[in-house]
């Protein structure tokens, strides 16, 4: 395993855990070189999910990139990064439990859409905006009034 820290691949592991889904190994390293310690997690791998874009095109499933969308949209909102990933990992277990090998990115759009819209109002427009393309002010509005008339669970925030 490389340090994220010297770049040498050098380290030993110090403690194991088993992450609180179940289905992941927490590994605290230590460099072999530099003596700073690290955090890995390993999952198991599974079958590699393809998503089929809008044009057509095949992408990996990249749970980073996921990651990385909400982040932007949970900007600045009481919303631990915890949470979030959690949520991608459940989102990733419920679309490999689809059983299918390629996945419309629409699907995985409105999950993470949902999640969102249950979890916190902001970052659900935020998403949605990006998302859906909103064209003009009208769109936006609609899609806010709907989220008015919609009523959503009640979640923690952390």
Known sequence: MKCPYCSKVNSKVVDSRIARDGDTVRRRRECLSCSRRFTTYERVERLPLVLIKKDGRRERFNRTKVLAGMQKACEKRNI????????????????????????????????????????????????????????????FMAEVRELLDTPRKSLPAG
Not at 92 to 102: P, S, V, Y
Not at 116 to 127: E, I, M, T
């Open 80 to 139: 631990s990064i915890n949470t979030l990933e959690q949520f991608v990992d459940e989102l990733e277990k419920e679309l490999q439990e689809m059983g299918e090998k390629e996945i419309p990115s629409s699907v995985v759009g409105e999950l993470v859409m949902r999640k969102l819209h249950d979890l916190d109002d902001v970052a659900y427009v935020r998403f949605a905006s990006v998302y859906r393309e909103f064209k003009d002010i009208n769109d």
